[in-house]
């Protein structure tokens, strides 16, 4: 059965650093774009960096210069390394990705979400 599992997420003062995992398992062939999100409650999930399989990334205008995305293809795990943490990126962090099946189908999957608590 194909899962994405989110860990890294917890509690760190304004100023600090966390750095999330996201762990792809099951009958992979490949993945292409991967992501995070985050979602605080009574609002809409919203991006927060996206990279693609030959690595290219794209980030929120929030988080540009303090996020940073990476991915390990070998391994199927995907990384979003947060530093100079603020209360406002306080939320329930989901890794999203475009996984191609060793059946050849498509799809779309989400983690289960972590959250990360910013303290001011």
């Known amino acids: 059965q194909l899962q994405l599992v989110e860990s890294g997420g917890g509690l760190v003062q304004a100023g600090g650093s966390l750095r999330l995992s996201c762990a792809a398992s099951?009958?992979?062939?490949?993945?292409?774009?991967m992501g995070w999100y985050r979602q605080t409650p009574g609002k809409q999930r919203e991006l927060v960096a996206t990279?693609?399989?030959?690595?290219?990334?794209n980030y929120a205008d929030s988080v540009k210069g303090r996020f940073t995305i990476s991915r390990d293809n070998a391994k199927n795990i995907l990384y979003l390394q947060m530093n100079s943490l603020k209360p406002d990126d306080t939320a329930v962090y989901y890794c999203?990705?475009?996984?191609?099946?060793?059946?050849?189908?498509?799809?779309?999957?989400w983690g289960q979400g972590t959250q990360v608590t910013v303290s001011s």
């Open positions: 999203n990705a475009a996984v191609v099946l060793t059946t050849r189908s498509l799809i779309d999957v």
């Open positions: 099951g009958s992979i062939f490949s993945i292409n774009d």
């Open positions: 990279i693609t399989g030959g690595s290219f990334t």
